[in-house]
């Protein structure tokens, strides 16, 4: 079986995007739009990976992981921060706040999901060349 990962991001092209990459590498996928959808959905899907837009309507980034943090039957999901606004010291700011890990947009369609896989238990994974 492999992981359902939640993604929750406002932007159209970059939801599509690591959509089609997650699914094309055999992960089930989940979409939430805004932030109050993706704590809803969390709750509900208990997602085994959530990777979050830090720019979103409703509640940012930084909310749903409180909100999600101190829920706790959702308190161990591990969550990757992505966002398109990438300064020097971001990086550091969104592993203290207490993400899992950070990566900037645009993501890179050939890396992402190499660099995401680490994230996930080593059961849930999907070993190459068994994509769908």
């Not at 492999?2 to 929750?8: G, N, R, V």
């Not at 932007?11 to 089930?28: F, T, V």
């Not at 645009?106 to 994509?131: C, D, H, K, N, Y």
């Amino acid at each position: 079986m492999s992981a359902t990962i939640l993604i929750a991001e406002d932007h159209m092209p970059s939801l599509e995007l690591m959509r089609y990459l997650l699914k094309a590498n055999g992960y089930r996928t989940l979409i939430a739009e805004d932030g109050v959808t993706a704590v809803e959905m969390a709750r509900t899907e208990h997602p085994d990976l959530i990777v979050c837009d830090l720019q979103m309507p409703g509640l940012n980034g930084y909310e749903v992981l409180n909100a999600l943090r101190a829920d706790p039957a959702l308190k161990g999901v591990r969550m990757i921060a992505v966002t398109a606004f990438s300064m020097l010291g971001d990086r550091e700011r969104v592993l203290t706040a207490g993400f899992d890990g950070y990566f900037s947009k645009p993501i890179e369609a050939e890396t992402f999901v190499e660099q995401m896989e680490p994230f996930l238990p080593v059961e849930l994974r999907v070993p190459r060349g068994q994509s769908l």
